[in-house]
């Protein structure tokens, strides 16, 4: 076990693009999540999953946003239309329970 | 709703020296606390956490934090820095009603530790 995982690193689109990251959490963690996280500030919560149903979202997740976790396993963040304010680092974590969450390396985004 | 602040945000110490990294919160119930570390480009690593018990816990790379429900603070410390620890340090609360986990985390210090 390696940890959480997530691909691409970096993405770099022009505005009015789609794009989509992927998240591998930590192997048997059933809860995973999605923060972002602007140049200076603090990780912001967008969403949450416990298994495959997404129980909480963020005002922050605009209807430009959209999360799955089709098996319980890996996730999937996909922003629609891109815009200039949506570049920011995207941030998943994984926890077995209610405590501790591990967070993955991020998605950097930047959209031109 | 939870909140967190941060109120450096930049501390500077000399290698060798004591930290403190502080950090203030604010729950309507009884909160779980978390410090993780950032380095660049990197995502976050986890540190520490309080959630009862012992008001001292220790963590990773000889950190520890001090939770007092009467300050309504939970600070970082270490005995002695090093080099090496200096990074992006976020503090973090979740409400322990709070049934979807949320963690909502301060804006962060960045410590920065000179030979």
């Known amino acids: 076990d390696t940890g959480v995982s997530q691909n691409p690193r970096h993405k770099i689109t022009k505005r009015g693009q789609n794009v989509t990251f992927r998240c591998d959490p930590i192997?048997?963690?059933?809860?995973l999540y999605w923060y972002r996280q602007t140049l200076g500030q603090g990780p912001e919560f967008l969403t949450y999953f416990q298994n495959e149903a997404q129980l909480e979202k963020s005002r922050l997740l605009s209807d430009r946003f959209s999360a799955e976790r089709p098996k319980g396993s890996f996730s999937t963040l996909e922003i629609q239309r891109t815009e200039q304010g949506d570049s920011a680092m995207y941030l998943c974590?994984?926890?077995?329970?209610?405590?501790?969450?591990?967070f993955g390396p991020g998605t950097r985004l930047l959209v031109l | 709703a939870q909140s967190v602040a941060q109120p450096e945000d930049q501390v500077n110490v000399a290698e060798g020296n004591p930290l403190t990294v502080k950090c203030t919160y604010s729950?309507?119930?009884?909160?779980?606390l978390f410090w993780y570390v950032q380095y660049p480009n990197r995502g976050l690593q986890f540190l520490l956490k309080y959630i009862t018990g012992d008001n001292l816990v220790k963590g990773s790379y000889g950190f520890e934090a001090e939770f007092n429900k009467s300050q309504t603070s939970f600070h970082l410390k270490k005995p002695s820095a090093l080099v090496s620890d200096s990074a992006l340090y976020f503090c973090a609360v979740r409400d322990y009603n709070n049934a979807g986990n949320m963690l909502t985390f301060g804006g962060g210090t960045r410590l920065m530790v000179k030979p």
């Open positions: 729950v309507s119930g009884n909160p779980y």
């Open positions: 974590a994984s926890s077995p329970g209610e405590e501790t969450q591990y």
């Open positions: 192997s048997e963690h059933n809860r």
